[in-house]
């Protein structure tokens, strides 16, 4: 029934062409005025590389403590640490890569 | 201590052993010259290497905090930090390039400092990987005079140390092949002095054989004659093979056309007492040849190979002559040589089989006399079954 759910869901991405970051990160963001650039060089610094980045980010989402986040302790006072993610694995990786193509620094200096 | 005129022409082994000798002291010359030059210049370059990391490190912190202050601000700043004094390139956690303005590409992560081209990396591994960057990589110009200053050092030392340990090399080649020039020498002045001691005993031997009237002898004493003979003209065949060898060799022979069957036949007849005693068959082809030799030269090539042919052979054997024009082919039924054995019959005082006699000059004596014509030498053999020498000259 899950997987059923699962392949309408993406069914309905596709046919409104919108990304699971878009979809998963973007709105939640938003709504509590979470800068995704900030958080994005925040965890940069700690990670230092495109699959360490993911790795992490997809263990801190499964396993949202204090001792996890990378982010500093002025910010998760305000805003607190996140829920267990509800993502499978193949959305989460989709919705990381997209959001490592977005906010890379790669290809963007001069 | 003199040389005679034998000995002035030195054994090919002994130049043979002076060659190895020489080739393998250059080759452990070389070796030691060029290990000491790279440690050398190893050292000189990690000492170079010291001086420049100073100055190099400065740079690393430098461009550090500039980093430190783009990533602050990115992405509303995008400029990489440049600097005149150095290039610089950074690499993320998994030595992804994320920007360089480095003029030699290639980058070594897992170095520290090292050369590339004309240019010296230094790598800075960063504690907070400030725009994802965890290897910092500072580029300078490597230092020309240094490296001139280098060469020229090397080539002022390796150089002479080179030619003096090739001159130290030459001399000891001489002291290496001393004891063996000293045992040719004596040797040579033996054979030459047994040499003038043997011509009157031997010709008084076989005249005399030859005035003995067998007719009038018992069997038994006739047959004990002729082992006599046999074995004097075994004899004089030595002498005349050391006669060549110290007292004719390298004199101008008169050579003229000649043909060479009577003169074979006339071998063959003189050997046939030794081929009697073996019990060693004889098959002839011979047809008449004409060859422009010394007379007295190409019988000591005849003889040699006739009576090695003879020696070597086994007891009811055979062996196979055949002349014809251009050619001449002796073939036995002995008991052969190995690919190594073929390869140093030619040699100098070298004996195929202890057991036999005779000083390994006979082959030696042949070569000589075959190259001396500009004729050919070959040698077919195989273990167990037999020999066959052919000698090949142009056709007149």
Known sequence: MKKIILILTLCVAFAYGESSFARECVPCHRQKDISLQKVFMDALLVYGGKENMKAGLAYYFRNPRMGTSVMDEDFLQKNGIKAVTKLSPEIMDEALEEYWKIYTVMGKLR | MSRNKATAIHLSSETKARRRFLLLYGFFVLLLIGLSILFYYRSQEQLMFSQQRIRMMEYASVQARRLKHLHRRFPKETKYPRDNRFESAIYDLEYQKIFSTLTEPKVDLHAVIYQVGEKIHLVKVLDDYYLGAKYLIIEVARDGQWYAGIMKRILLYALPALLGLMLLGIYLSKLFVQPMQRSIVLLDRFIKDTTHELNTPLSAILTNIEMINREEMAVDNARKLTRIEIGARTVSTL????????????????????????????????????????????????????????????????????????????????????????????????????????????????????????????????????????????????????????LQWSKT
């Open chain 2, 239 to 390: 002498y005349e093979d050391l006669k060549f060898m110290v007292l004719e060799q390298g004199r101008v022979t008169q050579s003229q056309e000649l043909d060479l069957l009577p003169i074979l036949q006339s071998r063959l007849e003189y050997f046939s007492l030794a081929m009697e005693a073996k019990k060693v068959t004889l098959h002839k082809e011979l047809v008449p040849t004409l060859i422009t030799v010394n007379r007295g030269l190409i019988i000591r090539v005849i003889d040699n190979l006739l009576s090695n042919a003879i020696k070597y052979n086994k007891r009811d054997g055979e062996i196979t002559v055949t002349l014809e024009e251009g050619r001449l082919m002796i073939e036995d039924s002995g008991i052969g040589m190995s690919q190594v054995q073929v390869e140093g019959i030619f040699e100098r005082y070298s004996r195929f089989n202890e057991t036999e006699g005779g000083f390994g000059i006979g082959l030696n004596i042949v070569k000589k006399i075959v190259e001396h014509y500009g004729m050919k030498i070959a040698v077919e053999s195989t273990e167990g079954v037999g020999t066959t020498m052919i």
